[in-house]
């Protein structure tokens, strides 16, 4: 081997481990459009596992979405979508999905799941899987990525836009926030306009002047970006018709600012009210109003966004902080759960259920799915295949390499790279033999200890009652003697699977006693002794 | 993707972070009289409500005698009468049947919603009429030390949340032990972070991290291991909202049953359960001992990890390194009073440390500094100020997340600014012309011009500004101070004109500075 060669190799090599020095000046025009839905969507209701015994009669015996309403996506999976997504332009998202361009990602999750809202939407936002429920989540994965541009003068369309009220930990960076915030341009101009846009030539130490000067910026920002994105507005158009749902009119903004020339690399715009413990409801409730909202929106954005003659540069994906669990609550809801569905939408994405049904995937607890892509790899993909930035720049980003979701990923673009980590295996889902159906979890086993009372024996007049609950049922719970003759009924109420201290009301003469403990149809008993 | 160079004023300055000059100045008591700036500067900081009559009382004074009256007028108000709502007692609905439990379902309906925006509503006005101690101050910074958000998924009812604020305000400088111990049974933090759910069987370690990772030592000064004893030693304590379900609704109990009577080990120390297992055995032995453990063998490093919140919160957010060797001063100070704060804070605010001119207006105001101080003199409902502080990123009873709201510069943002300037427009629309005017008549010597401006701007800024500026201010409200004579005959055009000059006040840098 030649001297020359050898120091080709070692070129070559610093070339792709070497992180690039990005320029803003070589972004290329493609956009990303982040539809995320604040609450937690529950995915099996979203996409419904439409032959699963299991789906109708354990988990989600009131709140199913009927066999006969759904269509199905993939028979082979056993997938079929709620018919709320068939609302909207042209058959709405299962319109989309028909004419191959909505792709459903299935089994996105992340290890060690956060069920608090806020700590599992800050670990979606900041593109961070962290080792410990402390470790801080300070930037957003967006703000990383154009952190790489912060020596840079600042362009002259913003970064990011997000339409809606709060700036969203996505877009912040360590060099500050990468979005403006607005919720009409209308708005914004006016509101731009009563800052003061001019630069104040203070006469001042350096310490104070650094502080008023930062105010001042900010000042001469929003004045500079509200003219360039009202200009953007003004020349820009929509075609398609949007309902007057705030989500369908934020993306409707969102298309006539991409028609206007405004050359922003991410919209970020949000439904709210997915978070539903309570009331969710089947075919007429709450998440498919919601459901109906989502599928209108995004169906009309993509119709406009084609005929404006921009669907070849935008991309759509829809984010949510988690699942829900399979189980429905004693609440006519669901509680924060794990694994879930994401929907990928645009002519460039490829229009296919993408994973395996999540639903199927093993519990990791009782009551949580197991999870089979960790959801960085949408970001990884769209930061290297979609922002054409290296695996390095994307390593950078967001920790590590990550695997595109099933290897060549959601994009048509995306191609199998053999220089990324493997995907890890799939759950492997459990067939019960009886039914040649898939099983998760363990059947609830129904055991006496779940119900203790303490202290016990009891020696003022009343003690708590403690019960773990699996399943959601109406709760009786009677005194009886232990020659079977009842004293009377301590309590009556629904209770939600959890674990419940309930205080009883003990004012008998000592002696042993029976509690009897009613649970839905199944009785159980505890033996007290009061003193 | 074009760029264009000509706004290159834009380039690197958002977010780059200058340090200030090193000030000299130590802990030395600042003993001269206070000047009228430097007595508006200690009042900017230490209270959310400015007024020019406020800060003619102690012109003239020592430090030493101001900042004694400010935590004196503290402890004399410490506490207010809470909302009426705090004295509902609701019992469980779901045991109820009928019209009870209709009416049971809607009381905790509102507990759970509504009442905490007019808890929010009700602090707004204790922060408003508070010109003269240190007091909200103290319970805000509590607030966002030892956290806890109402809108956590299941809401926090709103009498947990008010015993939590309560608790703030009988230790606004206290005792670092007592408040630990404290709110560690304090019921909504064992709603927050699932102290509810600490049990023997499972162990949840939520509480017992951020006790030692947000609340006493900062990261890296304990274990994971000591996390887990920390659990382990916290378990059985519970709350309930119901009072047909505890004995002592909405606060701290403990429940034998969820405990764990094995012994810990924690920082070295052994927790064993060789006591009988009573409430106050177990509060004693248990949690006073673990805060006990946990300020003694960690003291400095508690004390350093206080210090430097309170400094980056009273004196400068982004100290350097002249200050560090000052925090650490006061961090030995703190120790060596037992972790009594009013004392070590007295020492703080009295510094030359403190008045130097360097740390004057140079920190950014959050929300609650800029709209509870507009309200404290403009028309507006108290609990629109609550939603209106919400809307610009601080809402009372409910940060962002257990580490409390980040401060600094976070509070002036491209979202913010314009945002804040839109909804104090809204304020002044409550507010007639009339209303400006007589605002301004009730400001002492108001017919002189330059006097009026110079008091309206020392009342909402950080610092003065230049005499270029004061002029084009003045200017607003008269050519001249003849002018302005004749002018404020006429209420309306009058109201107008004091009405124009603050949506210009509103504008400048110098308004979100303090």
């Given at each position: 081997?030649?001297?020359?060669?050898?120091?080709?190799l070692?070129?070559?090599q610093?070339?792709?481990?070497?992180?690039?020095?990005?320029?803003?000046?070589?972004?290329?025009?493609?956009?990303?459009?982040?539809?995320?839905?604040?609450?937690?969507?529950d995915?099996?209701?979203?996409?419904?596992?439409?032959?699963?015994?299991m789906?109708?009669?354990?988990?989600?015996p009131?709140?199913?979405?009927?066999?006969?309403?759904?269509?199905?996506?993939s028979?082979?999976?056993?997938?079929?979508?709620?018919?709320?997504l068939?609302?909207?332009?042209?058959?709405?998202?299962?319109?989309?999905f028909?004419?191959?361009?909505?792709?459903?990602?299935s089994?996105?999750?992340?290890?060690?799941?956060?069920?608090?809202?806020?700590?599992?939407?800050?670990?979606?936002?900041?593109?961070?899987?962290?080792?410990?429920?402390?470790?801080?989540?300070?930037?957003g994965?967006?703000?990383?990525?154009?952190?790489t541009?912060?020596?840079?003068?600042?362009?002259?369309s913003?970064?990011?836009?997000?339409?809606?009220?709060t700036?969203?930990?996505?877009f912040?960076?360590?060099?500050?926030?990468?979005?403006?915030?607005?919720?009409?341009?209308?708005?914004?101009?006016?509101?731009g306009?009563?800052?003061?846009?001019?630069?104040?030539?203070?006469?001042?130490?350096?310490?104070y002047?650094?502080?008023?000067?930062?105010?001042?910026?900010?000042?001469?920002?929003?004045?500079?970006?509200?003219?360039?994105i009202?200009?953007?507005?003004?020349?820009?158009?929509?075609?398609?018709?949007?309902?007057?749902?705030?989500?369908?009119q934020?993306?409707k903004?969102?298309?006539?600012?991409?028609?206007?020339?405004?050359?922003t690399?991410?919209?970020?715009v949000?439904?709210?009210?997915?978070?539903?413990?309570?009331?969710q409801?089947?075919?007429?409730?709450?998440?498919?109003?919601?459901l109906?909202?989502?599928?209108?929106?995004?169906?009309?954005?993509?119709s406009?966004?084609?005929?404006?003659?921009?669907?070849?540069?935008v991309?759509?994906i829809?984010?949510?902080?988690?699942?829900?669990?399979?189980?429905?609550?004693?609440?006519?809801?669901?509680d924060?759960?794990?694994?879930?569905?994401?929907?990928?939408?645009g002519?460039?994405?490829?229009?296919?259920?993408?994973?395996?049904?999540?639903?199927?995937?093993?519990?990791?607890?009782?009551?949580?799915?197991?999870?089979?892509?960790?959801?960085?790899?949408i970001?990884?993909?769209?930061?290297?295949?979609?922002?054409?930035?290296?695996?390095?720049?994307?390593?950078?980003?967001l920790?590590e390499?990550?695997?595109y979701?099933?290897?060549?990923?959601?994009?048509?673009?995306?191609?199998?790279?053999?220089?990324?980590p493997?995907?890890?295996?799939?759950?492997?889902?459990?067939?019960?033999?009886?039914?040649?159906?898939?099983?998760?979890?363990?059947?609830?086993?129904?055991?006496?200890?779940r119900?203790?009372?303490?202290p016990?024996?009891v020696?003022?007049?009343?003690?708590?009652?403690?019960?773990?609950l699996?399943?959601?049922?109406r709760?009786?719970?009677?005194?009886?003697?232990?020659?079977?003759?009842?004293?009377?009924?301590?309590?009556e109420?629904?209770?939600?699977?959890?674990?419940h201290?309930?205080?009883?009301?003990?004012?008998?003469?000592?002696?042993?006693?029976?509690?009897?403990?009613?649970?839905?149809?199944?009785?159980?008993?505890?033996?007290?002794?009061k003193? | 993707?074009?760029?264009?160079?000509?706004?290159?004023?834009?380039?690197?300055?958002?977010?780059?972070?200058?340090?200030?000059?090193e000030?000299?100045?130590?802990?030395?008591?600042h003993?001269?009289?206070?000047?009228?700036?430097?007595?508006?500067?200690?009042?900017?900081?230490?209270?959310?409500?400015?007024?020019?009559?406020?800060?003619?009382?102690?012109?003239?004074?020592?430090?030493?005698e101001v900042?004694?009256t400010?935590?004196?007028?503290?402890?004399?108000?410490?506490?207010?009468?809470?909302?009426a709502?705090?004295?509902?007692?609701?019992?469980?609905p779901?045991k109820?049947?009928?019209n009870?439990?209709?009416?049971?379902?809607?009381?905790?309906?509102l507990?759970?919603?509504?009442?905490?925006?007019?808890?929010?509503g009700?602090?707004?006005?204790?922060?408003?009429?508070?010109?003269?101690?240190?007091?909200?101050?103290?319970?805000?910074?509590?607030?966002?030390?030892?956290?806890t958000q109402?809108?956590?998924?299941?809401?926090?009812?709103?009498?947990?949340?008010?015993?939590?604020?309560?608790?703030?305000r009988?230790?606004?400088?206290?005792?670092f032990?007592?408040?630990?111990?404290?709110?560690?049974?304090?019921?909504?933090?064992?709603?927050?972070?699932?102290?509810?759910?600490?049990?023997?069987?499972?162990?949840?370690?939520?509480?017992?991290?951020?006790?030692?990772?947000?609340?006493?030592?900062?990261?890296?000064?304990?274990?994971?291991?000591?996390?887990?004893?920390?659990?382990?030693?916290?378990?059985?304590?519970?709350?309930?909202?119901?009072?047909?379900?505890?004995?002592?609704?909405?606060?701290?109990?403990?429940?034998?049953?969820?405990?764990d009577?094995?012994?810990?080990?924690?920082?070295?120390?052994?927790?064993?359960?060789n006591?009988e297992?009573?409430?106050?055995?177990?509060?004693?032995?248990?949690?006073?001992?673990?805060?006990n453990?946990?300020?003694t063998?960690?003291?400095?490093?508690?004390?350093?990890?206080?210090?430097?919140?309170?400094?980056?919160?009273f004196?400068?957010?982004?100290?350097?390194?002249?200050?560090?060797?000052?925090?650490?001063?006061?961090?030995s100070?703190?120790?060596?009073?037992?972790?009594?704060?009013?004392p070590?804070?007295?020492?703080?605010?009295?510094?030359?440390?403190?008045?130097?001119?360097k740390n004057i207006?140079?920190?950014?105001?959050?929300?609650?500094?800029?709209?509870?101080?507009?309200?404290?003199?403009?028309?507006?409902?108290d609990?629109?100020?609550?939603?209106?502080?919400?809307?610009?990123?601080?809402?009372?009873?409910?940060?962002?997340?257990?580490?409390?709201?980040?401060?600094?510069?976070?509070?002036?943002?491209?979202?913010?600014?314009?945002?804040?300037?839109y909804?104090?427009?809204?304020i002044?629309?409550?507010?007639?012309?009339?209303?400006?005017?007589n605002?301004?008549?009730g400001?002492?010597?108001?017919?002189?011009?330059?006097?009026?401006?110079?008091?309206?701007?020392?009342?909402?800024?950080?610092?003065?500004?230049?005499?270029?500026?004061?002029?084009?201010?003045?200017?607003?409200?008269?050519?001249s101070?003849?002018?302005?004579?004749?002018?404020?005959?006429?209420?309306?055009?009058a109201?107008?004109?004091?009405?124009?000059?603050?949506?210009?006040?509103?504008?400048?840098?110098?308004?979100?500075?303090?």
């Amino acid at each position: 081997m030649g001297l020359g060669l050898v120091s080709t190799l070692k070129l070559d090599q610093m070339e792709l481990s070497a992180f690039q020095p990005a320029s803003y000046q070589n972004e290329n025009d493609n956009i990303v459009v982040v539809v995320q839905l604040f609450g937690g969507n529950d995915g099996m209701n979203t996409i419904t596992p439409y032959e699963w015994d299991m789906y109708y009669k354990q988990f989600r015996p009131t709140l199913h979405i009927p066999r006969n309403t759904v269509t199905p996506i993939s028979k082979e999976k056993g997938m079929a979508m709620h018919p709320s997504l068939s609302q909207g332009v042209k058959g709405g998202m299962l319109g989309l999905f028909k004419e191959g361009k909505l792709g459903v990602l299935s089994g996105l999750g992340y290890n060690n799941p956060d069920f608090s809202h806020f700590r599992s939407t800050d670990i979606w936002l900041s593109g961070i899987v962290p080792s410990s429920t402390s470790q801080p989540l300070p930037t957003g994965w967006l703000g990383r990525y154009f952190d790489t541009f912060s020596g840079e003068p600042k362009p002259e369309s913003p970064y990011c836009i997000q339409v809606g009220k709060t700036p969203s930990l996505m877009f912040l960076g360590e060099t500050g926030e990468k979005s403006i915030v607005l919720e009409s341009a209308e708005d914004m101009y006016y509101q731009g306009q009563q800052v003061e846009g001019n630069r104040i030539a203070i006469e001042a130490s350096e310490y104070y002047k650094s502080e008023f000067d930062y105010v001042n910026n900010v000042g001469v920002e929003v004045q500079e970006y509200s003219r360039v994105i009202k200009k953007a507005f003004d020349s820009g158009k929509n075609i398609e018709s949007y309902t007057s749902a705030t989500l369908s009119q934020q993306l409707k903004l969102v298309a006539r600012l991409i028609d206007g020339g405004l050359k922003t690399k991410v919209y970020f715009v949000e439904q709210t009210g997915y978070d539903t413990h309570a009331n969710q409801g089947g075919l007429d409730g709450t998440h498919s109003k919601l459901l109906k909202e989502l599928s209108e929106a995004i169906s009309a954005f993509q119709s406009d966004i084609e005929q404006l003659g921009h669907d070849k540069k935008v991309v759509g994906i829809t984010a949510s902080e988690f699942g829900r669990r399979p189980y429905e609550n004693g609440s006519a809801g669901t509680d924060h759960g794990t694994s879930s569905v994401m929907f990928s939408f645009g002519t460039a994405v490829r229009g296919e259920v993408i994973g395996e049904y999540f639903g199927y995937f093993p519990l990791i607890d009782g009551f949580n799915h197991s999870y089979a892509t960790d959801f960085r790899s949408i970001y990884f993909e769209l930061v290297t295949s979609w922002f054409g930035k290296s695996t390095e720049f994307g390593a950078a980003i967001l920790g590590e390499k990550l695997s595109y979701i099933n290897e060549t990923g959601f994009l048509k673009s995306t191609k199998k790279d053999p220089t990324l980590p493997k995907p890890p295996d799939p759950p492997v889902v459990t067939i019960d033999p009886d039914t040649g159906q898939p099983m998760v979890g363990e059947k609830p086993s129904l055991e006496q200890d779940r119900f203790s009372i303490f202290p016990n024996p009891v020696t003022d007049d009343w003690a708590y009652l403690r019960m773990n609950l699996y399943y959601q049922a109406r709760v009786v719970v009677t005194l009886v003697t232990l020659d079977g003759r009842e004293v009377g009924k301590l309590m009556e109420g629904e209770y939600r699977p959890a674990q419940h201290d309930v205080i009883i009301n003990l004012k008998v003469p000592p002696g042993t006693y029976l509690v009897r403990i009613k649970v839905g149809k199944v009785t159980y008993g505890v033996k007290c002794v009061k003193l | 993707m074009s760029v264009v160079s000509r706004r290159d004023f834009l380039g690197g300055l958002l977010g780059s972070v200058t340090e200030r000059g090193e000030v000299q100045a130590g802990l030395e008591e600042h003993t001269a009289p206070l000047s009228r700036e430097e007595v508006r500067h200690l009042l900017q900081r230490c209270t959310f409500a400015l007024s020019p009559a406020v800060i003619d009382k102690y012109v003239g004074k020592t430090a030493g005698e101001v900042v004694d009256t400010l935590f004196n007028n503290a402890q004399a108000r410490n506490s207010p009468t809470p909302p009426a709502f705090v004295n509902d007692v609701i019992n469980n609905p779901d045991k109820l049947s009928g019209n009870r439990r209709d009416e049971e379902s809607r009381k905790f309906g509102l507990h759970s919603g509504d009442y905490n925006w007019d808890l929010g509503g009700w602090w707004v006005t204790q922060m408003k009429t508070d010109r003269e101690s240190i007091l909200e101050k103290m319970v805000f910074f509590w607030h966002g030390h030892l956290t806890t958000q109402y809108s956590n998924c299941v809401n926090i009812p709103v009498i947990p949340m008010y015993l939590q604020n309560d608790l703030f305000r009988k230790n606004f400088a206290g005792n670092f032990y007592t408040l630990l111990e404290k709110i560690t049974i304090d019921g909504a933090m064992l709603i927050y972070l699932n102290g509810n759910d600490n049990i023997s069987e499972a162990p949840n370690e939520n509480y017992g991290r951020e006790l030692l990772e947000l609340f006493s030592l900062g990261v890296g000064n304990y274990t994971e291991a000591d996390i887990k004893a920390a659990a382990k030693i916290l378990t059985g304590w519970k709350v309930k909202y119901f009072a047909d379900e505890s004995m002592t609704p909405n606060r701290g109990y403990f429940n034998p049953n969820d405990f764990d009577k094995n012994s810990k080990r924690f920082f070295d120390e052994t927790f064993s359960v060789n006591y009988e297992i009573t409430q106050e055995n177990v509060y004693n032995n248990s949690v006073r001992k673990l805060i006990n453990v946990i300020l003694t063998k960690k003291g400095n490093v508690a004390a350093k990890f206080m210090m430097t919140k309170l400094y980056r919160y009273f004196v400068y957010s982004n100290p350097n390194k002249t200050d560090e060797t000052l925090i650490n001063d006061l961090s030995s100070r703190l120790v060596v009073a037992k972790f009594e704060f009013m004392p070590v804070l007295k020492t703080l605010l009295k510094s030359k440390h403190f008045f130097d001119e360097k740390n004057i207006g140079i920190q950014m105001k959050s929300p609650a500094d800029t709209i509870v101080n507009m309200v404290s003199h403009f028309k507006y409902v108290d609990k629109y100020a609550r939603n209106v502080m919400s809307e610009l990123g601080l809402e009372l009873f409910n940060p962002p997340n257990v580490s409390g709201w980040k401060g600094y510069r976070s509070w002036v943002s491209t979202k913010s600014l314009p945002t804040t300037i839109y909804y104090i427009h809204e304020i002044f629309t409550y507010n007639t012309n009339t209303d400006f005017a007589n605002w301004a008549e009730g400001i002492d010597n108001s017919g002189d011009l330059n006097r009026l401006t110079s008091r309206i701007l020392e009342t909402f800024f950080g610092r003065a500004v230049s005499a270029g500026r004061f002029k084009a201010y003045t200017a607003l409200l008269a050519a001249s101070p003849a002018e302005w004579s004749s002018v404020r005959g006429d209420k309306n055009a009058a109201g107008q004109r004091v009405k124009k000059l603050m949506e210009n006040v509103i504008k400048a840098p110098e308004f979100y500075l303090s």
